[in-house]
């Protein structure tokens, strides 16, 4: 997979965005994992610009407007697909998890314009833990300890999906990697030209120890461990923050 270099107003943005809190996750068992996990998620890579709307039809109110590519890298945007529907004449829309504001948005898109993928992959952040797992084809690949928000700046709970992986230069903070999420932020509408993203990525020149809640919001890992998901975790990867 290809790995892009972030430009520093972007990654002020998504950096600063980690201070941030989001909406409240879904049920999940005590360990953190759902009950139940789907083995692969299916994914609409969008070939063209599309509006969202709130219903499976062009008519319904349109909730978003979601670019083909995304920000930092300009890789295509995909997105997690939720449902599949028929509409007015035969068209076929898929319910979509959606970047951007408000956390949490779902919208639907025309299948037109899109090509069909899947990912075997997801990640499950364990907040009171404090470890990062990620899964494939719904088994446990690995795990990793992690920095978390402190109190004062808690990480967001909720779903959420990773929008595109950025590398970093030498001297970023929270390099070598970012996932930067679909999450945003509650408090920053903006920041030094960013959107107030949240993101999780190294701890190059910001430290924090593992296993500790001590960051501003964002999750933070060894370069190791961040290495490791950037080879195998691509946009539209589904990460549920629990806890």
Not at 47 to 68: I, N
Not at 70 to 91: D, F, K, S
Not at 146 to 157: D, I
Not at 218 to 223: K, Q
Request: contains cysteine; glycine residues 14%.
């Amino acid at each position: 997979m290809r790995l892009h270099t972030l430009t520093r107003p972007l990654l002020a943005g998504l950096l600063t965005a980690c201070l941030l809190a989001g909406f409240t996750a879904g049920s999940a068992a005590a360990a953190g994992a759902p009950a139940r996990m789907q083995a692969t998620q299916e994914l609409a890579v969008l070939l063209t610009d599309h509006a969202a709307h709130s219903a499976p039809e062009a008519g319904a109110p349109q909730v978003a407007l979601v670019p083909d590519t995304r920000p930092i890298t300009g890789e295509q945007t995909t997105l997690p697909v939720l449902a599949r529907r028929i509409g007015a004449g035969g068209a076929m829309w898929l319910q979509v998890m959606l970047p951007g504001r408000p956390n949490g948005l779902t919208g639907w898109i025309a299948e037109a314009g899109t090509r069909s993928s899947v990912t075997p992959w997801r990640l499950i952040v364990n907040l009171g833990a404090r470890r990062v797992t990620a899964y494939l084809n719904g088994r446990k690949a690995k795990s990793f300890s992690a920095v978390v928000g402190k109190p004062s700046t808690p990480t967001p709970s909720g779903q959420f999906f990773v929008e595109e992986v950025v590398r970093m230069g030498s001297k970023d903070p929270g390099g070598p990697i970012a996932l930067a999420l679909s999450a945003r932020s509650n408090v920053f509408a903006e920041f030094e030209g960013g959107p107030g993203q949240i993101g999780i990525h190294g701890r190059d020149n910001l430290g924090g120890t593992l296993g500790h809640a001590e960051s501003h919001g964002c999750v933070r890992l060894a370069t190791s461990s961040i290495e490791w998901l950037a080879e195998r975790v691509a946009g539209g990867t589904p990460v549920l923050i629990v806890g």
